[in-house]
């Protein structure tokens, strides 16, 4: 049974950091692309950043570079997502995504809520 199990989420002020983990069981993990994503209310789920299965090359998009830093721990079968500098717009679920090309798998984890406020 695939398992993607995020962790780290809470209420933190403007300005300040979190560290988003991500648990992965029952794939081989080292094989996976793994990204973060996040949806607000009433908005569209969007990609933040993701890792690379081999090279660990990374990618984010434009509003979180800069602030935040993805990164892997195949040992750990985890990906984490430090968080720093954070908006209130930075406001949402925060969700883990796994990926394989060949053959083609991707899997979700349930989702983290990150609440940024003052």
């Known amino acids: 049974q695939v398992q993607l199990v995020e962790s780290g989420g809470g209420l933190v002020q403007p300005g300040g950091s979190l560290r988003l983990s991500c648990a992965a069981s029952g794939i081989t993990f080292s094989s996976y692309h793994m990204s973060w994503y996040r949806q607000a209310p009433g908005k569209e789920r969007e990609l933040v950043a993701g890792?690379?299965?081999?090279?660990?090359?990374?990618n984010y998009v434009e509003s979180v570079k800069g602030r935040f830093t993805i990164s892997r721990d195949n040992a750990k079968n985890t990906v984490y997502l430090q968080m720093n500098s954070l908006k209130p717009e930075d406001t949402a679920v925060y969700y883990c995504?796994?990926?394989?090309?060949?053959?083609?798998?991707?899997?979700w984890g349930q989702g983290t809520q990150v609440t940024v406020s003052s």
């Open positions: 890792i690379t299965s081999v090279s660990s090359s990374t």
């Open positions: 995504k796994g990926r394989r090309d060949s053959p083609r798998r991707e899997y």
